[in-house]
């Protein structure tokens, strides 16, 4: 079983929709969460941490259920410039200051106009 | 901003050459992290670095080793490159202070 696990998609969606985006982790010791954006033939890009109490910044909400090892990404007013492939990572590192990160496979996001 | 510099971002290289990727970080991170990244498979990692000198292998090893003689240089290092060591090939950094990795562009590397 993957350590992170996300659907591939794509995701097809129309400008202005709402898409949610979800990810499933198996270590259940993993102490802090992320979201990266990559374009393609770029590099990845953190785009927000993840919160147990969850976060939003701007049109992006992110999600943490620790019971149930699940991340969520929510898109609200989709852009044409949000097409990308977005990485749902864990961090499996120890103690305080190390931080080894596991990256899911990506969910890739087309919108269109 | 932390700027992670990668040397080339395009390679060709033959099978049997000695390659080595260089990376280099501006802002004193203490660890350094090398990826490859392929179609299907996400990013994998190869060796990371916590110090000077320090060296852990990754969940992929094989054929490939590191050398990090300073705080801001990372080097990685195909001993005998190899068809199935075409892919695109990812450096990143973090700080004891910092959230997440910054990476490097990428080097795209193709053996033939």
């Known amino acids: 079983r993957k350590e992170v696990e996300q659907d591939p998609g794509p995701f097809n969606v129309p400008e202005g929709a709402t898409v949610a985006f979800n990810c499933t982790y198996s270590?259940?010791?993993?102490?802090?969460f992320f979201w990266y954006r990559q374009d393609c033939r770029k590099e990845p890009k953190l785009l927000m941490s993840?919160?147990?109490?969850?976060n939003e910044d701007g049109r992006f909400t992110a999600q943490l259920n620790r019971a149930s090892q699940y991340i969520s990404l929510l898109i609200r007013d989709s852009k044409l410039s949000d097409s990308a492939t977005y990485l749902c990572?864990?961090?499996?590192?120890w103690g305080t200051g190390f931080q080894k990160l596991v990256f899911g496979t990506g969910t890739r996001l087309l919108v269109s106009p | 901003d932390v700027k992670v510099t990668q040397s080339s971002r395009y390679l060709v290289k033959r099978t049997g050459e000695k390659v080595f990727l260089e990376c280099v970080q501006d802002?004193?991170?203490?660890?350094m992290f090398w990826y490859r990244q392929d179609p299907g498979l996400g990013l994998r990692l190869i060796y990371f670095?916590?110090?000077?000198?320090?060296?852990e292998k990754g969940d992929i090893p094989e054929g490939y080793s590191v050398s990090r003689e300073k705080k801001e240089r990372f080097s990685l290092i195909l001993e005998s490159a190899s068809t199935n060591q075409t892919s695109m090939y990812l450096c990143?950094?973090?700080?004891?202070?910092?959230?997440?990795?910054?990476f490097g562009s990428g080097t795209r590397l193709t053996v033939v």
């Open positions: 990143a950094s973090s700080g004891r202070n910092t959230y997440g990795y910054t």
């Open positions: 802002m004193d991170h203490e660890n």
């Open positions: 670095s916590y110090d000077v000198k320090m060296k």
């Open positions: 270590n259940s010791a993993s102490q802090s």
């Open positions: 993840v919160y147990s109490s969850g």
């Open positions: 990572v864990v961090n499996k590192g």
